[in-house]
């Protein structure tokens, strides 16, 4: 069973820093597109990265291009979402996906 947990969320300061992690386990990570969403209050989950497995496929939502930054080590089974110039427009739960799998979310509320 294909389990995904993210960690690293926490309130900051607009302007400021975090960074997200999503470990995964269960099946062979390495050969799978990992992607990062959010969901912030009243409103629908949106995409926010994603990356292919070989790391050569990224996209991003226009709302964080250039301030955010998705990567992977395949070796430790995790993605990461590097999330610099945080803005309090930004504030939601993250999660992870990997096809149909989700993980539990972190919270990030960013204040002004």
């Known amino acids: 069973q294909v389990q995904l947990v993210e960690s690293g969320g926490g309130l900051v300061q607009a302007g400021g820093s975090l960074r997200l992690s999503c470990a995964a386990s269960?099946?062979?990570?390495?050969?799978?597109?990992m992607g990062w969403f959010r969901q912030a209050p009243g409103k629908e989950r949106e995409f926010v990265a994603s990356?292919?497995?070989?790391?050569?496929?990224?996209y991003y939502a226009d709302s964080v291009k250039g301030r955010f930054t998705i990567s992977r080590d395949n070796a430790k089974n995790t993605v990461y979402l590097q999330m610099n110039s945080l803005k309090p427009a930004d504030t939601a739960v993250y999660s992870c996906?990997?096809?149909?799998?989700w993980g539990q979310g972190t919270h990030v509320p960013v204040s002004s």
């Open positions: 996906n990997s096809a149909a799998t």
């Open positions: 269960g099946r062979t990570f390495s050969r799978s597109t």
């Open positions: 990356m292919g497995w070989t790391g050569s496929s990224t």
